[in-house]
């Protein structure tokens, strides 16, 4: 069976063993829209959808922890 959002997992995981980080605009792009059908890099530097905005603000404010969330998709 496919793994679900690989490139959600690939950059998490790069994320929690240092080598990305989550500060830039871009970066969150990188970890919240690569799997995204309708992501299109560098087109949409000015248009969030509510699925990115709510996974960013949980992300930011601890509401979602992005190890658990990686484990959860690799089990
Ligand atoms: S902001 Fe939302 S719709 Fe746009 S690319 Fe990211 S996840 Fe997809």
Redesign the pocket.
């Given at each position: 069976m496919e793994e679900p959002l690989p490139r959600f997992r690939a950059r998490a995981r790069e994320v929690l063993e240092g080598t990305a980080e989550l500060q830039s605009e871009e970066d969150w792009?990188e970890l919240?829209?690569g799997d995204?059908?309708?992501?299109?890099h560098g087109e949409?530097e000015n248009?969030?959808?509510?699925?990115?905005l709510l996974l960013r603000a949980l992300l930011e404010r601890g509401g979602l922890d992005l190890e658990r969330a990686l484990d959860s998709l690799e089990r």
């Open positions: 792009r919240l829209c995204c059908p309708f992501y299109h949409e248009e969030e959808c509510g699925s990115y």
